[in-house]
């Protein structure tokens, strides 16, 4: 990184008791053998908790509370005027002005549309909607309207230069997609919609997704980043459905089918091992950090179907294979350590969407090890126009991406449990269609 030195953080006795902990549940949980069940099932399963800021792990959720408040504060207070988030430019920004020294740990502006994305799910995640009169409403709502207002007329969020266009847009239609379901407004149905349909029409006939539109090859990580938003969708139309009105999204049903038989073709089933673009193999590395990150340090690719199959509907403790993989991702918990090449953000962000759906033991153990990991390293010094509140640029995939990209991932990572159903709930007074009026109906509100 940029001659950045991350100041030394003190270790808080409940730090040391949750790592103390973590090699006994990990120890119990991955040489216990979980077949025999007769109810299908490999570990305990947990009760369901509601959305917004909570404890998931640890005797103290207020360490996890104030992470991510302070977090999110940190993503608020680099916001561009524009309502974007710059993944270079997030330096020039406090408060909504310009300041003239700003923190280091520039990403490239090719990524500004994939990291407002992630900023805006960060939000989200914590429960923040952008609704009139609640915290962070005008920062959500700027960032929403933003994006809203770069929808291509085939639906794509943002621009195609980059190569990798892809992630930008299925980040930003995630963001768009959970906030309808967050607020049923038709804005942001309207724009999650032919997103969507972008999405859908990018796929590959037969199977998933990779580069551009229907490019021929897939992989693993792309597929992913797309379900994000298709997930939220399929939730949000049970919830219509639950509560008796039409469901407000169209998906086609090959959408899932392809999905499923890509990670299904990437998983070697004797394992549980996914691969990226050929079966159980490693997880993928910028080329420039093989050595520094090597892939057997990360199941990033193995949480990645984790993550789809429980979008798709599938229960993650039905089989032996995803049982396994699971238990792959037990065996390499987060572990903030860039000597060794274990650091890997958004390997842990998709691994805490999966393991929060595993539930449990096992999504506790993991949480321990995630609290131990992203607690003591986030920046407690300076202020939120500098540092403080946020995660430093050092994985693999941070150069991309910069410190808005590793701020909001770990928000994300700590406030798992996004695009649940029971966040989805349609407002009583919801009815009738949600496709009688376009997006610019709806903004001349």
């Not at 404890?55 to 524009?82: I, N």
């Not at 995660?391 to 701020?407: A, H, I, M, N």
Request: charged share 20%; net charge negative.
């Amino acid at each position: 990184m940029e001659g950045t030195t991350r100041p030394a953080q003190a270790t808080s006795g409940a730090a040391l008791s949750r790592i103390a902990a973590i090699g006994f549940a990990l120890l119990l949980l991955v040489t216990a053998s979980p077949q025999g069940r007769a109810d299908g099932e490999a570990w305990p399963q947990s009760r369901p908790v509601p959305f917004g800021i909570r404890g998931l792990g640890g005797d103290d959720p207020t360490e996890r509370r104030e992470a991510v408040r302070d977090g999110l504060d940190w993503l608020a207070a680099h916001q561009s005027p524009s309502g974007a988030w710059e993944a270079s430019g997030f330096s020039n920004w406090c408060n909504g002005k310009r300041q003239e020294s700003g923190p280091e740990g520039k990403g490239k502006a090719l990524y500004d549309t994939g990291v407002t994305g992630l900023a805006l799910l960060a939000f989200l995640g914590a429960g923040y909607a952008g609704e009139p009169g609640t915290t962070h409403a005008d920062t959500v709502q700027r960032g929403l309207t933003w994006l809203a207002g770069l929808i291509d007329a085939e639906g794509c969020v943002g621009n195609r230069r980059s190569q990798h266009y892809i992630y930008n847009h299925a980040y930003a239609a995630a963001a768009l997609t959970e906030a309808f379901g967050m607020t049923w407004d038709e804005r942001w149905h309207q724009a999650a919609q032919r997103a969507l349909s972008f999405s859908a029409k990018s796929r590959n006939p037969g199977a998933a997704w990779r580069y551009g539109v229907r490019p021929g090859d897939n992989d693993t990580s792309a597929t992913a980043a797309v379900m994000n938003a298709f997930g939220a969708a399929w939730a949000i139309n049970e919830a219509a459905v639950r509560a008796g009105i039409e469901s407000p999204f169209e998906i086609e049903p090959e959408v899932k089918e392809g999905a499923l038989g890509w990670v299904d073709r990437m998983t070697d089933p004797e394992f549980g091992r996914t691969g990226y673009i050929a079966r159980g193999g490693m997880a993928a590395r910028p080329q420039e950090f093989v050595e520094q990150f090597p892939g057997e340090r990360s199941e990033a690719t193995t949480a990645m179907a984790l993550m789809v199959r429980a979008a798709c509907g599938q229960d993650l403790h039905a089989t032996e294979m995803t049982r396994r993989g699971v238990r792959l991702l037990l065996q390499i918990v987060p572990r903030w350590d860039t000597e060794k090449g274990y650091l890997d953000l958004y390997y842990w962000h998709y691994g805490s969407l999966a393991m929060r759906q595993v539930g449990g033991a096992a999504w506790d153990a993991w949480a321990l090890a995630l609290d131990a990991a992203l607690i003591p390293n986030q920046r407690r010094d300076t202020n939120p126009c500098l540092y403080y509140g946020s995660w430093d640029p050092e994985d693999p995939w941070s150069p991309d991406g910069g410190r808005v990209y590793s701020t909001a991932v770990a928000v994300l990572a700590l406030g798992a449990g996004r695009a649940h159903p029971l966040r989805f709930s349609p407002p009583k007074d919801a009815g009738g269609t949600f496709r009688e009026r376009t997006l610019v109906d709806a903004l001349k509100d």
